[in-house]
């Protein structure tokens, strides 16, 4: 049996659990998501993340 854990969903988890414990990282977590999905899609480094 193999276990496929893709990074998307984990990040998303902690940075839930991280939310719901100290509120105030919610604008940090928000900016390091949409600065490193900028990144992605300008240099295309998509297929290697999957």
């Known amino acids: 049996m193999n276990i ?3 990074l998307e ?3 998303a988890l902690i940075a839930g659990i991280l939310i719901l414990m100290i509120p105030r990282l919610l ?3 928000v900016a390091i998501y949409l600065i490193v999905i900028g990144f992605v899609g300008i240099f295309g480094v ?3 993340l999957r």
């Open 4 to 6: 496929h854990l893709s």
């Open 9 to 11: 969903p984990l990040a």
């Open 27 to 29: 604008n940090y977590i």
């Open 46 to 48: 998509g297929h290697l």
